[in-house]
C-alpha cells in the first residue's frame, strides 16, 4: 500500500466529498429498501400486574414461516453490502492481515491455551497462514520441529467443524479433544493416542461448557454432561451430572460420581488436583459466586466435603500442594485474593491479600504463585513464594494484555502471551526457577504499527463515576470533530476489556478509523463491586457509562454523531440495542452482534440462559423485571424515531444467544423506523456464537460489517497518508 502526502486543503475536500458520495448513495438506497413482511402475533404478556405483547413471539419456534423471512433478509442485505465499493478492496485487505502466525490461536480468554509441558513433551496450538483454523501441535522439545496432533482444518470441507477444547493427560500419551460441528456450544469428545496419532474408540458426548480432567494414571478422567431428553439428545434445560469415563470403555457405562439434586439450577464440575487425591467439585450458577466441594480420592468410600458452600464469592481452584487446596477468590476481597485451605479443617489461611489492583487471573508454578493484576485494565505480573512473600516481578513488553502460566505445581517452567492492540499476540517461556524470561513465539505481520498509538482516557458517566477508555488512532490525527470513529464496549458478566491485537482492528485503523474501548462497569476491570454495579437493577450504570463515553468523544473532538458508529457483541450486543433505543441521535451507525435483545425471556432458552439472571437479574422479582423493561431492546424500539443506519449480525447454529433475539430485534426495528436509514440483519448459517469460526466466514463478515460502516460514516477509503 503507497503512501501519499496531501495538503490540508485537499484532506478536507477529501472528505467532504467521500461524506456526500456515501450519504447520497446510501439515502437512495436505502430509499428502495423495502423489509420482507413480519408477522405480528397477538400474544400478551402478564408481569406483576404489567401487560407487555409480544408480537414476534412465533419467531422463537422453527418453521416455514420462519426459515421464509430469514432467507428473505439475507436477499435483502448480502446484495447491499456486495454494492459496497469498498467491500471488496476490505475483504481482501482483510486476508492479507488474515495471513500470519498465531500462536495459541483462538483463546485469548483461557490461561490454558499458551503452550504446555506434559510427560515431558510440550504441546500448542498455532494456526499458520492462512489454515481457517489452529492445530494442535506436539513437539519432545522445544528445538524440535513439531508434529500434527490434530488438525480441524481436515474435519470438514468448509473448515466450520472445529477444536472446541482439549486436554492433555499428565503422562501425555493422550489427548482428549472435543469438536464442534457448525459453530454450535454442543461438542463431541475423542481421544487420540500422541505416538501413534489414531483415535480410540471412545466417544463422550451430550456436552457444552465442559472440559476433562486426568487421572494421574491417564486411565481415566472426569467430565459433566446433561442427561438425555425425549428426543435422545442432550438436554440444556436440565442441570449436568459428574460422570467418570475409563478409557475403552463406552459412554453408557460411565460412572455417575457427582450431581446437586437439591437445587437443579447448581451445575457441578469436577477437577483432578496434579498429584491425584482431590477431585475438586466446582459447583456453579452465575457468574458472582460459585460453590467448592471436595472428595479424597485417596478413600473411596469417601463422601464429598462441602468446604466453601455459604455461595460467598467466585472460588477459582489452582492446585493442591501437600494437605493444602490453593485457591483464587473474591470472598472477603472484591479485588480479589489468594488463599489455602486444609479440608479436613477448611479455614482459609491467606496467601496473596487483596491489594489496589484487581487479581484478574492467579496460578501455582513451580512452588511460586503467579498473580496477574488488572491496573486500570492493563496487566502486571508479580510473583510470590508459596509462604505469601513477594519474589517479584516478570517484565513485560508493553502496556498490555498477559495470558498464560497455566498451573503446574510440579513444573519449574511455564508460558504466557502478550499482546495490545498494535502487537499481534506473542509467546514467551519463562522460567520460574531461575526467573528468566525467553520469547517462544513472536509473529510478523503485514501490519505497520509505527503510525499509531494507545492512549488510555479517563471520562465520567452520568452518576460521575470514573470510567477508562482505550482510544488507538493514528498519531497525527487532527482532532476537528471528523473522524471515523468506532467505540466498543461490552459491561458484564465480570469480563475485562484488555488491550489485545486483531487483523479486524489493523484493517479498521488503515481505512482512518479511531477505535475506541469503554471499560463499563459490570465487567471485571476493578474488582467485584465493579461488576456489581452494573447487574440486575443497576444495569442501566452500563448503558449511561457507554453513552457517556459516545458524548466525551464528541465533545473532545475526535469525533461527531454523523461519524460515529457502536458495536458489541453478545452482551456487548445487548449494550449496543438498548444504548441504540435509548439515544438514537447520538450514533451514526449501529453493529449489534449476536446480542441478548428480549430481555423479559432471555432465561426461556436454556438452563444456561437461566444462569445470566446473577447479571440480569428476571422477570420473576418484580424490581428486576421493571428494570430489564426499562432497557429491553425490542420492548424500547419506538415508531416515528429515526434510528442510525444498522447492521444486525447473528448466526442460525447460535445455541448461546439463541438467534430469534436478534430476529425479533431486527423485526421490530424495521418496523419502527421513520427515516431512510437501512435496518439490515446479516444471518449466518453454518455458524454458532463465534467460537471456532474459521478465518473464511470472519473474513466475509468483517468485510460486510466494515464496508457497511464505511458507506454510512462517510470513510473515503485507506488513509496511510500524512497531512502537510
Known amino acids: ?284 450458577y452465575g457468574y458472582d459466586s460459585n460453590a467448592i466441594h471436595v472428595r479424597d480420592l485417596s478413600k473411596p468410600d469417601a463422601p464429598a466435603a462441602r468446604i466453601l458452600d455459604k455461595w460467598d464469592g467466585i472460588y477459582d481452584f489452582l492446585g493442591a500442594v501437600g494437605d493444602r487446596l490453593y485457591f483464587k477468590t473474591t470472598q472477603g476481597a472484591p479485588r480479589g485474593r489468594v488463599i489455602a485451605i486444609d479440608p479436613s479443617s477448611p479455614v482459609p489461611v491467606e496467601i496473596v491479600p487483596e491489594a489496589q489492583a484487581t487479581i484478574s487471573q492467579a496460578s501455582l508454578v513451580g512452588g511460586h504463585v503467579i498473580v496477574n493484576y488488572l491496573e486500570d485494565a492493563r496487566s502486571r505480573i508479580v510473583v510470590y513464594r508459596m509462604d505469601g512473600s513477594r519474589r517479584g516481578e516478570v517484565r513485560l513488553p508493553g502496556l498490555g494484555t498477559v495470558i498464560g502460566f497455566p498451573d503446574a505445581p510440579g513444573e519449574t517452567e511455564t508460558f504466557f502471551a502478550y499482546t495490545d492492540y498494535l502487537t499481534p499476540l506473542a509467546l514467551y517461556r519463562y522460567d520460574v526457577a531461575n526467573d528468566e524470561v525467553q520469547p517462544f513465539r513472536r509473529p510478523r505481520v503485514s501490519f505497520d504499527p509505527g503510525p499509531y498509538l494507545t492512549e488510555q482516557v479517563f471520562y465520567a458517566s452520568k452518576d460521575g463515576t470514573r470510567i477508562p477508555m482505550f482510544i488507538t488512532r493514528r498519531r497525527d490525527t487532527v482532532l476537528n470533530g471528523d473522524n471515523p470513529t468506532l467505540l466498543y464496549g461490552y459491561g458484564g458478566f465480570d469480563v475485562s476489556l484488555t488491550p489485545a491485537y486483531t487483523p479486524v482492528i489493523a484493517a479498521w485503523l488503515e481505512r482512518g478509523g479511531i477505535y475506541a474501548v469503554a471499560n463499563l462497569r459490570g465487567g471485571g476491570e476493578y474488582g467485584a463491586a465493579w461488576h456489581e454495579s452494573g447487574t440486575r437493577t443497576k444495569k442501566q450504570n452500563v448503558f449511561d457509562d457507554f453513552i457517556a463515553g459516545a458524548e466525551w468523544l464528541i465533545a473532545k473532538r475526535y469525533t461527531s454523531t454523523p461519524r460515529l458508529a457502536i458495536h458489541g457483541r453478545s452482551n456487548g450486543g445487548l449494550l449496543v440495542g438498548a444504548v441504540l433505543a435509548q439515544r438514537p441521535e447520538l450514533f451514526g451507525a449501529a453493529l449489534p452482534g449476536v446480542g441478548v435483545m428480549d430481555m423479559l425471556r432471555y432465561h426461556t432458552a436454556s438452563a444456561n440462559a437461566y444462569g445470566w439472571s446473577s447479571d440480569y437479574g428476571t422477570v420473576e422479582d418484580a424490581d428486576q423485571f421493571r428494570a430489564l423493561l426499562s432497557y429491553s431492546p425490542v420492548h424500547n424500539l419506538r415508531p416515528g424515531r429515526c434510528y442510525p443506519p444498522t447492521l444486525v449480525t447473528t448466526a442460525d447454529h447460535d445455541d448461546r444467544v439463541v438467534p430469534w433475539h436478534s430476529f425479533k430485534f431486527t423485526a421490530a426495528l424495521q418496523q419502527a423506523q421513520s427515516c431512510p436509514n437501512p435496518v439490515l440483519v446479516s444471518i449466518e448459517t453454518r455458524a454458532g456464537h463465534g467460537a471456532g469460526k474459521p478465518a473464511w466466514m470472519q473474513i466475509e463478515d468483517w468485510a460486510n460489517q466494515w464496508a457497511f460502516l464505511s458507506r454510512h460514516l462517510g470513510m473515503a477509503g485507506p488513509q496511510c497518508f500524512r497531512v502537510s
Not at 482444518?153 to 457448525?182: C, E, F, H, K, Q
Open 1 to 284: 500500500m503507497q503512501c501519499h502526502v496531501i495538503s490540508g486543503l485537499a484532506l478536507a475536500l477529501l472528505v467532504a466529498g467521500s461524506n456526500m458520495m456515501a450519504d447520497n448513495g446510501a439515502a437512495a438506497a436505502t430509499q428502495s429498501l423495502q423489509y420482507p413482511p413480519a408477522m405480528r402475533g397477538p400474544v400478551v404478556d402478564e408481569y406483576h400486574g404489567t401487560k407487555v405483547t409480544d408480537p414476534y413471539r412465533w419467531m422463537e419456534t422453527p418453521g416455514p414461516e420462519l426459515n421464509a423471512w430469514v432467507a428473505a433478509q439475507n436477499r435483502l442485505s448480502q446484495p447491499y453490502l456486495d454494492a459496497i465499493p469498498a467491500r471488496e478492496q476490505l475483504r481482501a485487505r482483510l486476508t492479507e492481515l488474515w495471513d500470519y502466525e498465531q500462536y495459541g490461536y483462538g483463546w485469548l480468554d483461557d490461561k490454558a491455551r499458551v503452550p504446555v509441558r506434559r510427560g515431558g513433551r510440550y504441546f500448542y496450538v498455532e494456526k499458520n497462514g492462512r489454515q481457517n483454523l489452529g492445530v494442535l501441535y506436539w513437539t519432545p522439545a522445544l528445538d524440535a520441529p513439531p508434529r500434527v496432533l490434530v488438525d480441524p482444518n481436515t474435519l470438514s470441507t468448509d473448515a466450520t467443524a472445529s477444536l472446541a477444547d482439549y486436554s492433555i493427560s499428565r503422562d501425555g500419551r493422550y489427548v482428549a479433544y472435543a469438536v464442534s460441528d457448525g459453530g454450535t456450544d454442543w461438542d463431541t469428545w475423542h481421544v487420540r493416542e500422541v505416538d501413534s496419532g489414531h483415535d480410540l474408540p471412545d466417544l463422550i458426548g451430550d456436552t457444552k461448557f465442559t472440559g476433562v480432567s486426568w487421572t494421574p494414571d491417564a486411565s481415566a478422567f472426569y467430565y459433566s454432561r446433561y442427561p438425555k431428553g425425549a428426543d435422545g439428545h442432550g438436554d440444556d434445560q436440565r442441570q449436568v451430572s459428574v460422570y467418570r469415563h475409563r478409557l475403552g470403555t463406552a459412554q453408557e457405562a460411565d460412572e455417575f460420581v457427582y450431581s446437586t439434586p437439591e437445587n437443579p439450577r447448581h451445575d457441578p464440575y469436577g477437577l483432578v488436583s496434579e498429584d491425584g487425591r482431590w477431585l475438586v467439585l466446582v459447583v456453579t
